[in-house]
């Protein structure tokens, strides 16, 4: 019975969401509606703050990624009162905690910041939509849940003491918590949690046999420094037995309450970070101003820093750059262009935007394989969720709502030489439209349509090592106005972003002629079929490229002579401003070649032992952290079912065959992975009978 009542209570949360979510869009907008004719006069008020009486050391803008990490870390010590201002809400909603409620995040109405590109040329004069997480945790709630490092070359190519490979490798270790470990290049014991994917799909299989027949090789774990990053395989994901392990679910939500020195305010938008001139006539940082949803907007509070306190800002690519600007710090022309004085001029204050741009294939598969598309498994005819992918993801955490449904790939290398400029995303269903994102936001309005969804596979592919650059940059001296983006998206005058996409698709339907897809397909749907030459493909790639939700570099670290560089990379200290610092993607000054989460917690992570413990960046901050685990123990058969492959492990509980000695390997499997397929890491096959492979 009380199954039972989990179980429908669970499937009516599921069903709610949609309902949940207009009206919700439909109070904010009222909301903003009314807001608009309340901000023409500005009051900052300290005493009706509802942080009154007090002094900070530490303000952290942005209770996001970076924002969660240094809330947990910096508040640890009780002598340091710690104020988060966060301009979202709570991260308890349940499209949040379940993987495959990402397709309703995208545009949501509170959970998402709704920020567009302006008109950008190469794009057919398109605007692009940024999906930016607008909650606690920030886009750690919102993203697909990828956990990629890039490649060592991404952080040497930086050229910054103190920021080599070398020297990094172990932080991205100490903050990991790899639940399948231990394993090479893994950490256990840290608070981001990682795991293997726990949803599988015999597609995904067919996928991998096909990127084997069109020439490319495995890779075991794309985290593993150890070896290239190029092959096919399968992507870690940031999710703790099934669920979302956003940044405020392992960071910030287990003290909240619980540490009398750190307040979070929800709801909070910071519309200036305050300065005085010291003795010296140099900035500093005395506080912040913000408006609160639930009053006012023309109003503004203060929050006061203590002596010797400091203002973090943690609001990422976009609004880090933005709030400086607003605050004087940017850019002077154009400050001045706005009526806004200044306060420092510095040039690369939203300068140096990267992304990963973005377009996709897909392709339509045969009726009688209906059942095999994730969208199938979720969805009935009515779609209406099945009452079978409830049940398998209440009881066990697994099925077709585990997964953001984008957790098997590849990285190529379009050029041959180099690392590899492109990521493949493999998804076993059928995209609904040729903009990826756009894609998942009709996926989320499919019942309301009563659209059928066609079966299929797509492949998402991304330049993750993107040469174009564009800007962050002011529409207005109003803090409540979005900021004017521009994306940038192939700019780069050698055209390489292009011709990486370009290929891109061109691999795509190489590999989708392989034997081990071909058997499944009926028909190309994008950029389909008729879209034969170079110049048809760059032209389907300029009016169906989005946002591969990667944005970075617009508060760059550098040297103190760089003109570009925002702030320091010895202690990420805004240059010539004291009590500043900006702590977020926005100071990474190369985008490296993978999703951009695991490099924000270790950024976040670093600049809190510096701040805490006065650990060094230049002499490396090392964790003294176990960095490789034991070798693996050799097989002793020469069969392998896929789970022991990726566990290292001769025998699965469910195969079959009789257990080998598996002493000494420190890895339990059992109810790990139920699968039987291709035993990709030992080319071997399982020889179960209940494997059909």
């Known amino acids: 019975q009380l199954y039972t009542c989990k179980y429908w209570a669970a499937l009516g949360q599921l069903k709610d969401m949609q309902t949940q979510v207009q009206r919700r869009g439909a109070l904010r907008a009222s909301r903003s509606t009314a807001a608009q004719g309340r901000r023409s006069v500005v009051q900052v008020r300290a005493s009706a703050s509802p942080v009154a009486g007090q002094k900070w050391d530490y303000v952290i803008v942005g209770g996001g990624t970076a924002g969660a990490v240094l809330a947990n870390r910096l508040s640890a010590d009780e002598s340091k009162k710690v104020l988060v201002l966060e301009a979202g809400g709570s991260a308890d909603a349940l499209e949040i905690a379940i993987p495959a409620g990402l397709t309703k995040l995208f545009r949501h109405p509170t959970l998402d910041w709704g920020l567009f590109s302006v008109n950008q040329k190469p794009l057919d ?11 606690l945790g920030g886009s750690s709630c919102t993203n697909a849940t990828l956990y990629h490092r890039g490649s060592p070359a991404d952080y040497d190519s930086w050229g910054l003491d103190g920021w080599s490979s070398k020297e990094l490798v172990d932080l991205f270790v100490a903050a990991e918590n790899y639940s399948d470990g231990p394993a090479p290049y893994h950490g256990q014991g840290g608070t981001m949690n990682v795991e293997r994917p726990r949803y599988d799909n015999p597609l995904h299989e067919e996928f991998f046999r096909a990127c084997k027949a069109a020439g490319l090789s495995a890779n075991p774990d794309f985290n593993d420094w150890s070896r290239t990053q190029a092959g096919y395989g399968e992507f870690q994901v940031t999710q703790k037995n099934g669920q979302r392990a956003d940044m405020n679910r392992m960071y910030l939500k287990p003290i909240q309450g619980k540490r009398p020195n750190l307040t979070v305010l929800t709801g909070t938008r910071t519309t200036k970070v305050a300065f005085e001139s010291d003795a010296s006539g140099t900035p500093r940082t005395v506080g912040v101003e913000f408006s609160q949803a639930s009053v006012a907007a023309g109003e503004r509070y203060a929050a006061e820093l203590a002596p010797g306190g400091e203002v973090v800002l943690c609001t990422g690519a976009i609004h880090s750059p933005h709030l400086l600007q607003l605050s004087g710090v940017g850019p002077g022309s154009a400050l001045r262009d706005h009526n806004i004085s200044v306060v420092r001029e510095l040039r690369g204050v939203g300068a140096n935007l990267q992304d990963h741009p973005a377009t996709l294939y897909a392709a339509r598969t045969d009726d009688k394989f209906d059942e095999l598309a994730v969208t199938s498994q979720i969805y009935d005819k009515k779609q209406n969720i099945k009452f079978g992918a409830v049940l398998q993801y209440l009881f066990n955490k697994r099925g077709p709502l585990a997964t ?49 969804w066609p079966c299929g596979i797509t492949i998402q592919l991304l330049a993750v090592r993107a040469k174009s650059t564009g800007s962050v940059g002011l529409k207005s001296a109003d803090p409540f106005a979005a900021p004017a983006i521009n994306i940038g998206y192939f700019t780069d005058k050698g055209g390489e972003d292009m011709a990486t996409l370009r290929e891109g698709l061109k691999l795509s ?40 939700n990667a944005l970075v570099g617009t508060c760059k670290m550098g040297a103190a002579s760089d003109p570009t560089a925002v702030v320091s990379a010895e202690d990420f200290k805004v240059h010539g401003v004291s009590g500043l610092r900006v702590v977020d993607a926005s100071v990474i000054p190369r985008i490296p070649g993978g999703q951009m989460g695991a490099p924000v917690v270790m950024i976040a992570e670093r600049a809190a032992a510096l701040m805490t413990k006065g650990t060094p960046i230049a002499k490396g901050g090392k964790s003294g952290k176990t960095l490789v685990a034991a070798k693996r123990p050799a097989h002793p058969t020469p069969w392998r079912c896929a789970v022991a492959a990726a566990t290292a492990h001769s025998h699965h509980p469910e195969c079959s065959q009789p257990p080998a000695d598996t002493a000494g390997s420190g890895v339990a499997v059992a109810g790990r992975l139920p699968r039987f397929a291709y035993a990709r890491m030992s080319e071997a096959a399982c020889t179960s009978p209940r494997c059909g492979l």
């Open 509 to 548: 339907r190489r590999i989708c002629e392989q034997s081990p897809l071909a058997q499944y397909i009926t028909e190309e749907r994008f950029p389909g079929t008729p879209t034969a030459t170079d110049a048809d493909l760059d032209a389907f790639i300029r009016k169906t490229t989005c946002s591969g």
């Open 404 to 452: 953001t449904g984008c957790d098997h790939g590849a990285f190529v290398s379009t050029t041959g030489k180099g690392e590899p400029d492109l990521q493949m995303r493999f998804v076993p269903g059928m995209a609904l439209d040729a903009d990826a994102i756009q894609s998942y936001i009709k996926f989320a309005e499919l019942k309301k349509s009563g659209e059928a």
């Open 125 to 135: 004069k398109r605007e692009v939509y940024l999906a930016r997480g607008k909650t």
